[in-house]
């Protein structure tokens, strides 16, 4: 399954940096050079810039261009600019299963899925890292019913198919919407042990809810994420067409 562009350009681009190909100081090559050299619109280019000006891997200056301001560190960060983004890279890294179980649900997450309390989905816990270290922790809920179409090998797919997509595809419910909530924890139990933090830790939690276009939920996940590791970008678009026009 393929990546966004940007996303393409941006991993190669901190893949250089890291390797020390372009130093502290070192200017990058232009966004004119950039779109040569992937073949993409200068929006694309821009897009993936913008992450590492905001990790604080790149400055730019107006007429001068682009130029190294640190090697990146381990932070995970990346660009949301739609539902699609949300859908095929909700993470930059692949998840590493910890278990997978047909459980009855808890109360607050079967009013999410619109299921009766007690109800079986399947809970999946999964952990992310970046540079050997851990930074996210997920408890994913999806409803039994749409399990029961999956292939036989999903569990080995979900490295490169997310878990949303995998419910969308199985069942032909395509994701219409979805909807999260951030919120700040302090970290406990199973989170506070994956993620090599002590309790209390002020950790950032990601609720995500996707619906099919029927209003059907198809998958509900509570994340947990270290601040000091992860960041995401969400990129807002005015939607008045003369607004645009005048930004060309």
């Known amino acids: 399954m393929s990546q966004p562009a940007y996303l393409r350009i941006l991993h190669a681009l901190r893949a250089r940096i890291a390797a020390g190909e372009w130093r502290v100081g070192d200017q990058i090559p232009t966004d004119e050079e950039l779109m040569a050299l992937f073949g993409v619109s200068r929006f694309t280019v821009r897009a993936a810039l913008d992450v590492l000006v905001a990790d604080g891997v790149i400055k730019r200056y107006r007429r001068r261009g682009s130029f190294v301001a640190a090697r990146p560190d381990g932070a995970s960060a990346w660009m949301l600019t739609s539902l699609d983004d949300l859908v095929m890279h909700g993470f930059p890294t692949e998840p590493i299963l910890l278990d997978v179980a047909l459980l009855p649900c808890p109360e607050p997450v079967a009013g999410v899925l619109g299921l009766d309390a007690a109800a079986p ?21 999806i409803p039994e019913a749409f399990t029961r179409n999956f292939p036989p090998d999903w569990e080995s797919r979900v490295s490169t198919e997310p878990f949303v997509s995998l419910v969308a595809n199985a069942n032909a419910l395509p994701v219409h919407r979805a909807i999260q909530v951030a919120r700040a924890v302090a970290a406990e139990g199973e989170a506070a042990a994956m993620l090599q933090v002590t309790a209390g830790t002020p950790l950032l939690v990601l609720e995500r809810t996707f619906h099919s276009r029927d209003g059907v939920v198809l998958e509900h996940a509570e994340i947990a994420c270290r601040p000091d590791r992860y960041r995401q970008i969400i990129e807002f678009r005015s939607t008045n067409a003369a607004t645009r026009e005048d930004s060309c």
């Not at 809970?123 to 994913?140: C, E, F």
Request: charged share 20%; net charge positive; glycine share 4%.
């Open 121 to 141: 989905a399947l809970r999946i816990r999964a952990l992310r890292t970046a540079d050997g270290a851990p930074y996210s922790h997920s408890v994913i809920h």
